[in-house]
Nanobody, 126 residues
Framework: QVQLVESGGGLVQAGGSLRLSCAAS????????MAWFRQAPGKEREFVAR????????YYADSVKGRFTISRVNAKNMVYLQMNSLKPEDTAVYYC???????????????????WGQGTQVTVSS
């Protein structure tokens, strides 16, 4: 089992940047593919980015491609989401998630993920 704790959210102006962090507990962190999802008020939770167990492969939603970068440091049990050129439509609660089963990089459905963090709020003002 793994526990996930996100941090780094906040209020930023459009065009600005934020870096989200996700700290994972447990000794088997590198056996999980990791992802970021987000949920805006009144909307369903949506996929943002995924990184493979080793960190060699990444996959992004079209809406964030070229602006967001997912990375991980397995030695520190950490996953990051660097968000640049932020837009008001990026406003949401951002969640870190862990997948112990699938090795398919394009795994974007919430039901594929075993563990979730509590979320961190990102607000982008116009």
């Amino acid at each position: 089992q793994v526990q996930l704790v996100e941090s780094g959210g906040g209020l930023v102006q459009a065009g600005g940047s934020l870096r989200l962090s996700c700290a994972a507990s447990g000794r088997t962190f590198n056996s999980y593919a990791m992802a970021w999802f987000r949920q805006a008020p009144g909307k369903e939770r949506e996929f943002v980015a995924r990184i493979s167990r080793s960190g060699s492969m990444t996959y992004y939603a079209d809406s964030v491609k070229g602006r967001f970068t997912i990375s991980r440091v397995n030695a520190k049990n950490m996953v990051y989401l660097q968000m640049n050129s932020l837009k008001p439509e990026d406003t949401a609660v951002y969640y870190c998630a862990a997948d112990s089963r699938s090795t398919v990089i394009q795994t974007t459905t919430t039901r594929a993920y075993d563990y979730w963090g509590q979320g961190t709020q990102v607000t982008v003002s116009s």
